[in-house]
């Protein structure tokens, strides 16, 4: 059969006529195209190409798609499929290439054809193109989730890149210096899609560590500024308390002191609003599962000092009402906040447990000797006012929990984060 050699230009093709734009699929277009076309040729719908005679579709094999009729010896690409005798056919709705026939034989596919195919080829493309967009985007959240919750960059790329893009990362590649540019030239022989590489582009950018590092810098600093004000305040209350009992030139004193402290309290309520996690959305959490996370980050991150060991016992706890990748950043500061209390080495022990109110992770720490007076001013300047803590501290703060450190029987302390259990109301 010739490509349409019985029909004139005006007369329209009835198996295409009967379809309807709002049902009509690849397959069944198809099938409608199997009686005017050679069973050899493919059609391109956007990223697919599919055999017009039946069977499993393709990637398209060439980007951007040429937008003008042409042999297929001049499209070297697109010559594999079909040889050198064969003709590229763009189809073209709303000013863009939306795919396009590869097409065997000496006779270019007739103007008539293309005109009524490309309408259907358009919404299918859009229609596509569309459900693809909602794929990468639920994607992304899920990337982000569990780059948050404290995945190695490295191993996350490689399985998403793998599974959604064909793209096999090279065991000597960096994860940290990976770009667009590189992932192009590895592991596969077709370009990137667009959308492809825009869902690659936003990977690399939401896994990017400097994420990880401005989360952690806005907890520090939000409970950094938390603790920071209360001690003002009590600057400030001893202060004027002491404005009672003095005379002369030490009332002037007292004052100055009181009005530097009000200053430095409202800064540091600026700089609590300002790193505030406003709309935290509390999700059902296995806290036991972010703890071992946490401890397999932490252990990476001690093993060139040799002289800690981290030791988990972790049975597996009722669900929390929580955020995992705060969670996780905290349990990461609290292990490393023990590691660092202990210059000569030593064994940092984790475990968790759970009554009817909260669910907690407990991380053993020398930094305090045994019968530490926990409540005195010096122990809580000393220990309680670290970057790690007031890490931990703020995390525990915006899940309406409980940062607590008690005295451990073995010496040291035990801090624990407390985080209230997940129930329906929760959500």
């Keep these: 059969m010739t490509h349409d050699a019985h029909s004139s230009v005006a007369e329209p093709y009835p198996a295409l006529s009967r379809l309807s734009p709002l049902t009509v699929t690849e397959r069944v277009l198809c099938c409608a195209l199997a009686e005017y076309l050679p069973p050899t040729t493919w059609l391109v719908i956007g990223p697919t190409a599919w055999p017009v005679a039946g069977g499993a579709a393709r990637p398209t094999p060439i980007w951007p798609l040429p937008a003008s009729r042409m042999v297929l010896a001049d499209a070297p690409v697109l010559r594999e499929w079909v040889g050198t005798a064969g003709w590229w056919e763009p189809l073209i709705a709303r000013g863009c290439v939306v795919g396009g026939l590869i097409a065997p034989g000496e006779t270019p596919v007739a103007p008539a054809l293309l005109a009524q195919l490309a309408p259907l080829v358009d919404v299918i493309y859009t229609r596509r193109m569309a459900a693809r967009q909602i794929i990468w985007q639920r994607m992304l959240l899920q990337i982000k989730e569990r780059y948050a919750a404290g995945e190695e960059r490295g191993a996350l790329l490689s399985e998403v890149f793998s599974a959604c893009l064909g793209l096999a990362l090279q065991p000597a590649t960096e994860a940290q210096a ?113 703890a071992r996370s946490a401890v397999a980050l932490a252990e990476r991150e001690l093993a060139k000092r040799g002289t800690i060991s981290l030791v988990a016992e972790l049975a597996d706890l009722p669900l929390a009402a929580g955020h995992a990748g705060l969670l996780h950043t905290a349990l990461v500061s609290l292990i490393m906040a023990a590691a660092q209390a202990m210059p000569s080495g030593g064994v940092v022990r984790v475990s968790g447990d759970a009554d009817e109110r909260y669910v907690w992770i407990e991380v053993a720490d020398p930094g305090l000797p045994p019968n530490t007076d926990l409540h005195s001013a010096a122990a809580q300047t000393q220990r309680a006012h670290t970057i790690e803590l007031a890490i931990a501290r703020q995390t525990a703060r915006v899940h309406h929990g409980h940062l607590r450190v008690v005295a451990d029987p073995a010496g040291g302390t035990i801090i624990q984060l407390q985080i209230p259990r997940f129930s329906e109301r929760n959500e």
């Design 178 to 290: 990976l770009t667009i540019d590189t992932l192009r030239m590895v592991g596969r022989s077709r370009p990137l899609w667009p959308d492809e590489a825009a869902f690659a582009e936003l990977v690399l950018a939401v896994t990017h560590p400097a994420i990880k590092q401005a989360q952690v810098l806005s907890l520090a600093a939000a409970g950094i500024a938390h603790d920071i004000n209360n001690l003002l305040t009590v600057i400030l209350g001893r202060a004027q308390l002491l404005e009672l009992d003095v005379v002369g030139e030490q009332i002037a004193d007292l004052q100055m002191i009181e009005s530097a402290a009000e200053v430095g309290a409202n800064g540091a309520r600026r700089l609590q609003r300002f790193a505030q996690f406003e709309q935290l959305q509390m999700q059902p959490v296995e806290l036991a599962a972010i």
